[in-house]
């Protein structure tokens, strides 16, 4: 097994038919889109924080889910919803400030030339998404993106995705950087796959055993092309 792949026993999937068409399905923020400075300063206003926290201190907060550093941060529980829609609205502005995650550019690019039907659920914009993979190069590499899921959650979004393009559950992926990502695929019924580079502590990612843990990009083509075999 290649270094830096774990396979989770818990949900083990075999007998993948294929007969249909693979998909991977991606989360945006912290799994494609290395947004943690633009989150981490748009939150830090929206609570009026003036803390001038030490490097141990960002690296403790980047191992944080958006929600956990929000509250962190000390932007009021009951303000969250409407933070979360402003700071979509928010980022179209600062979209030229937000970069990919090093190599992820080139596995969706392996990907789709690989004929995996590749689709995205975030709980960003479909601008904003849709802003970014068009000046990487990469927009047309995917079939459609699903967004706002803090409405209608990720879950119910891979569910439409499973409908409208006739997916097999066994042969789908959902890959993301957060606890909420791996029980939305639970949910779903598609494979988890967790990336250890967004918002999440890695560890607390492998103890709820998702299908697969990448440690680098070009992980999650090693995973899904072993998980075919």
């Not at 009026?48 to 141990?56: D, G, L, P, S």
């Not at 690019?109 to 068009?134: E, P, W």
Request: contains cysteine.
């Amino acid at each position: 097994m290649p270094h830096g792949i774990v396979l989770g026993m818990r949900r083990s999937i075999v007998g993948i038919d294929n007969s249909r068409r693979q998909a991977v399905i991606f989360d945006f923020d912290g799994t494609i889109a290395d947004s943690f400075e633009y989150v981490y300063t748009f939150l830090k206003q929206e609570a009026r924080n003036t803390t001038q926290f030490t490097e141990v201190e960002l690296d403790h907060m980047r191992k944080m889910s958006m929600h956990q550093l929000a509250v962190h941060l000390g932007v009021p529980f009951w303000r969250l919803p409407v933070t979360y829609f402003r700071g979509r609205r928010v980022m179209r502005a600062h979209m030229e400030q937000v970069r990919p995650f090093d190599g992820m550019i080139d596995t969706i690019r392996q990907l789709h030339q690989d004929g995996y039907m590749l689709l995205i659920a975030s709980s960003n914009s479909g601008r904003n998404i849709r802003h970014l993979l068009r000046q990487q190069g990469v927009l047309s590499c995917f079939r459609a993106i699903q967004s706002s899921a803090g409405i209608t959650g990720k879950s119910a979004m891979i569910r439409q995705f499973i409908i409208r393009y006739r997916l097999q559950r066994r042969a789908t992926w959902y890959v993301g950087d957060e606890i909420g990502d791996i029980l939305s695929a639970d949910r779903a019924g598609v494979n988890a796959l967790s990336v250890t580079w967004g918002f999440a502590d890695p560890e607390q990612l492998r103890a709820l055993g998702p299908t697969g843990v990448a440690e680098s990009p070009e992980d999650i083509i090693r995973i899904v092309k072993t998980w075919k075999k």
